[in-house]
């Protein structure tokens, strides 16, 4: 069985651009969850899509964004990039909460660098 | 809100040294327990899990017991290798609000095994 996968490995951006990265998870799962993994400041939750929907967000100000699309894959989109915006990116995906099993399967993630 | 206090490191032992890694948490309800770890340049894999009280996780040597009441996860191992450094993470999941269930982390241990 196919684990979770993202892409793209690594992003290089400048401060002010987009970047957009890409998260596929476990097949039969409908979570994703993406995560930032700052040097400093640990693992800390962004935003959780469920069925399509955006569930619940952490502490991050609007321009941290995302969708899910029908085939449960998802984007996180981060707009008018910042130094601090520079981290681990992880994705992981679950069950649908509340439906069996809630641990979270996560994926290699998108180190992102912002110059 | 949900927490997690985890050990600090870093930590060095020998090959074939006694491992502990201390973790305490703070949650409303009945959470589920989890230890996650890290190898260099990798994302994050699921060690084990304890879902309710008394359970104990195990995996690869591994071993965990939820403690409600001293709000512990402490993870031991008896024997450890080389090929266990790695970063330690424990996490919780539990309702954060709005039957959310995204994991909140400790901030991680550095193990290094040395031979």
């Known amino acids: 069985e196919a684990g979770v996968t993202q892409s793209p490995t690594h992003l290089i951006k400048t401060r002010g651009q987009q970047a957009t990265l890409r998260c596929s998870p476990i097949?039969?799962?409908?979570?994703v969850y993406w995560y930032q993994q700052a040097l400093g400041l640990g693992l800390q939750f962004l935003l959780w899509y469920d069925e399509g929907e955006e569930r619940n967000r952490g502490n991050f100000p609007p321009r941290f964004s995302g969708r899910q699309f029908p085939n449960y894959s998802s984007e996180l989109n981060v707009n008018a990039l910042e130094l601090e915006d520079s981290a681990l990116y992880l994705c992981?995906?679950?069950?649908?909460?509340?439906?069996?099993?809630?641990?979270?399967?996560f994926g290699p993630g998108t180190r992102l660098t912002v110059l | 809100g949900n927490s997690v206090t985890q050990m600090e490191g870093p930590v060095t032992l020998s090959e074939e040294a006694f491992l502990t890694i201390n973790c305490t948490y703070t949650a409303t309800g009945y959470p589920s327990l989890f230890w996650y770890v890290q190898y260099p340049g990798e994302g994050l894999q699921l060690l084990l899990k304890?879902?309710?009280?008394?359970d104990k996780g195990s995996n690869k040597g591994f071993e965990a017991t939820y403690r409600k009441e001293t709000t512990s996860f402490h993870l031991e191992k008896g024997s450890v290798q080389v090929s266990d450094s790695a970063v330690y993470f424990c996490a919780l999941s539990g309702d954060s609000g709005a039957g959310s269930y995204q994991l909140t982390f400790g901030k991680g241990t550095k193990l290094s095994v040395i031979p």
């Open positions: 992981a995906s679950s069950h649908q909460q509340g439906v069996g099993t809630d641990t979270q399967y």
């Open positions: 304890a879902t309710k009280a008394d």
């Open positions: 097949s039969g799962h409908t979570s």
